[in-house]
Nanobody
Framework: QVQLVESGGGLVPAGGSLRLSCAAS????????MGWFRQAPGREREFVSA????????RDVDSVKGRFIISRDNAKNTVYLQMNSLKPEDTAVYYC?????????????????WGHGTQVTVSP
C-alpha cells in the first residue's frame, strides 16, 4: 500500500505558474501509474493528467494541453505537475492518485490510492 502527500498548491494570479508535487510517505511510486485529478466546488472530480510507470507515456485532458506537464522522478519517489499559464477556471483542489493498471488512464476507478489534495486558487 502507498500513502500519497501532495504539496505546492497556493494562490497565484492568472497567467502564473505552480508546480505540484506528490510524494510517497510509504511505498514506492515506481510500481504505479500516477494521475492528477482536480475538484472544484460543486463539481465532480475530474481527470487532469496521467503518466506511466517509467514515464514514457503521458495523457492530459484537453483543457490543460500545452499548459500543464506531468513528470515523475522514481529515484525521488515523487510525481510532479507543472502548471503554466494558469486560468481562474483551474481553481480546484488537486489530488494525486496511484493505480495498478498498465495505462495512463483518465478513469477515476482505475486508481487505487489517493492523496488528501492541495488547494490551487487562481485569481483573475
Amino acid at each position: 500500500q502507498v500513502q500519497l502527500v501532495e504539496s505546492g498548491g497556493g494562490l497565484v494570479p492568472a497567467g502564473g505558474s505552480l508546480r505540484l508535487s506528490c510524494a510517497a510517505s510509504r511505498g514506492t511510486l515506481s510500481s504505479y501509474v500516477m494521475g492528477w485529478f482536480r475538484q472544484a466546488p460543486g463539481r465532480e472530480r475530474e481527470f487532469v493528467s496521467a503518466i506511466t510507470r517509467n514515464g514514457d507515456s503521458t495523457r492530459d485532458v484537453d483543457s490543460v494541453k500545452g499548459r500543464f506537464i506531468i513528470s515523475r522522478d522514481n529515484a525521488k519517489n515523487t510525481v510532479y505537475l507543472q502548471m503554466n499559464s494558469l486560468k481562474p477556471e483551474d481553481t480546484a483542489v488537486y489530488y494525486c492518485a496511484a493505480g495498478w493498471g498498465p495505462f495512463a488512464t483518465p478513469l477515476l476507478s482505475s486508481y487505487d490510492y489517493w492523496g488528501h489534495g492541495t488547494q490551487v486558487t487562481v485569481s483573475p
